[in-house]
């Protein structure tokens, strides 16, 4: 018999469960049939089939799938959670680290990066105390900008 992919058992399995979380309504508020859940399937399921050597690039998805996952999930069910554009620079970062270091590949200056301008953009209303608005203004409007033009040249001028 063919060796199976573990991909496909997980997120059959995550699926289930969650139709027998609904359907015998195990929890209130549907607490864990909400859409989130189905990223943290599916990133669990990358994570697994990565983690087992069967297919070692899908760490990054599975790591980026999952971050973004709990991510929804906290802000949909927490009041605490922050809701803002830096927490997705600093998941990806976290990401490019994270398979920076299981890879052993390149991906680590972006992750550092991503990382940096996450937590700035996070805490962007102490910067603006701390800078100035005028240092602040010039950065949101052309940080972007170079941001931008970072990524078109790491697409158009591949090693």
Known sequence: MKKQ???????VSGLALMLIVENWELTAGGLW?????????????????SISGR????????VILSLFGIHFYLLEFTAFWPDHTGMY??????????DSLKTRNSGWFTGILLS???????????????????????V??????????????????RK
């Not at 940096?116 to 010039?138: D, E, M, N, W």
């Open 5 to 11: 992919s573990i991909f496909y058992g997980i997120i």
């Open 33 to 49: 049939t909400a859409w989130p859940v189905l990223l943290l399937v599916s990133g669990t399921a990358f994570l697994l089939e």
């Open 55 to 62: 297919i070692p690039l899908s760490f990054l998805p599975g």
């Open 89 to 98: 620079f600093l998941y990806f970062g976290a990401a490019f680290l994270a």
């Open 116 to 138: 940096i301008l996450g937590a700035g953009f996070l805490y962007s209303s102490v910067l603006k105390q701390t800078a100035g608005p005028h240092a602040s203004y010039i």
């Open 140 to 157: 949101e409007m052309f940080g972007p900008l170079l941001l931008l033009g970072f990524g078109l040249y790491m697409v158009i001028v």
